[in-house]
């Protein structure tokens, strides 16, 4: 449970950092919180060559509101995320699945970029970035480039990143007034890795639903949108039978997999009671901000 | 591979040493510092039991390298006695029997230590939800909430005004660069003119 040998940057400068990455390609492994990259390590699962820590950089280490979105700089922490009362009024959302990642000990270290470049599907960050319709600032050899959440998520583990650049920022767009949100999820135990998570945000008007969003964890290689849900809810009244429709969609068009910790017919069938609780808790916001 | 001087700060008082960027802080803090009380289960941040205070943030020690912590101001168990006097969330321990084999308990005390400096009034359910990121094998954990309610208790009562030295305070929220350059650039000049080296006093 001893990591292998690397070669240790701690760059001083966003610069300096990208000349690293840029020097060493993928051969690097960038380091922020380190919660999942050093167990991988420890485990040898990863065995990097060169690791760039990035948190000698404090200029990274941000959380404003701009322009309608939440930026979060690559090096804020998970437990300033939560913390944040610019979380709590314009992203709840965003506050209540951050609440949700690992333990305090896990975010008090963890950063949201580095869950979102680790790419896991199961983890709330991807899912949070996509149901939100976020984007990142990617910076590397070229420059900076802005991608979206959609394009940015290939497969497990696997982002459309080049190795040499460095995700300097995400932007979680806040949720529109009146929205309702919800984040749900089950776990075998707290704390661990959810089975499956759902985030909900629905927007209702003049007695039916104007604008639904669906996104899941744990049930595909990247985060899912439910987009046939999503269809099956717009313009629809909400109440009780909807939802049981949004989640029969949602388990006709899930493809989870079977893994140690659950079926893919477990999963399924857990997506659908998610998306329907998780949508009933959202209308029921939605009613109290009207 | 290059080994690395590494100098940081542990319960206020300053600790040097070499090691390759490989060597976990949990090591370091044992073998190169000397500090066994800080315990070594999983190593791969799910037990809680090498949970120390880094810069004031209760943390995982084994998911961070040595290197790392250069600079940085930790807290472990060793700090939290007075000589021989227990501090108030040693004692509820004691008096709750939220050990037994304790091995897991350095991690605990110290999870509680931050959650009750940051929280200092909670619910059963804050103090479950606080305490998941540590397992226990013993207990059950019936004891270990019911002695950090006390704890609670007895902090919240104001009779022990010296329960959060300076080494086990909080930083500030990360969203605040400057303060943590400020910081930096303090233990940077500590270092420098060498008088980090005398232990701080307990009380402030």
Known sequence: MKPAAFEYHAPRTV???????????????????????????NM????PGVVVDINRLPALDYLTLDGGALRIGALCRQRAVERSALTAEHCPLLRDAVRL?????????????????????????????????G???????????????????????????????????????????????????????????????????LSVRAGVVADARIALTGVGPTPVRATHAERALAGAAPGDALWEQAAEAVRAEVEPDDDIHASAAYRRHVAGVLTGRALAEAHGRAREAA | MAVRKIALRINGKTYTGRAEPRKLLSDFIREDCGL????VGCEHGVCGACTILLDGEAVRSCLLFAVQAEGADLATVEGLADGDRLHPIQQAYQDHH???????????????????????HLTETDIREALAGNLCRC??????????????????????????????????????????ERKRNAANDRRTTGAASTRRPRRT
């Open chain 2, 36 to 39: 066994t009380g800080t315990h």
């Open chain 2, 139 to 180: 207990t059950g954990y019936q004891h270990i909430v019911a002695a950090v309610a006390a704890a609670a208790a007895a902090l919240a009562s104001g009779a022990h005004p010296d329960a959060y030295p300076p080494f086990a305070r909080r930083v500030g929220d990360s969203v605040d660069p400057a303060r943590k």
């Open chain 1, 44 to 47: 040898r699962l990863a065995r």
């Open chain 1, 101 to 133: 990642i690992g333990h305090l000990q896990i975010r008090n270290r963890g950063t949201v970029v580095g869950s979102i470049a680790h790419a896991d599907p199961a983890a709330e960050m991807t899912a949070a970035l996509t149901i939100l319709g």
């Open chain 2, 98 to 120: 939220a050990l037994q084999c304790g091995f897991c308990t350095p991690g605990f005390l110290m999870t509680t230590l931050a959650l009750l400096r940051d929280t200092p």
């Open chain 1, 15 to 41: 610069d300096e950092a990208l000349a690293l990455l840029d020097a060493h390609g993928d051969e690097a492994k960038v380091l922020a919180g380190g919660q999942s990259l050093v167990p991988m390590m």
């Open chain 1, 135 to 201: 984007e990142v600032t990617a910076t590397g050899p070229g420059g900076e480039r802005t991608i979206d959440a959609d394009e940015l998520f290939v497969s497990y583990l696997t982002t459309s990143l080049d190795p040499r650049e460095l995700i300097t920022e995400a932007r979680f767009p806040v949720l529109p007034a009146g929205a309702g949100w919800s984040w749900t999820e089950i776990a075998r135990r707290h704390g661990d890795f959810a089975l499956v998570g759902v985030g909900v945000v």
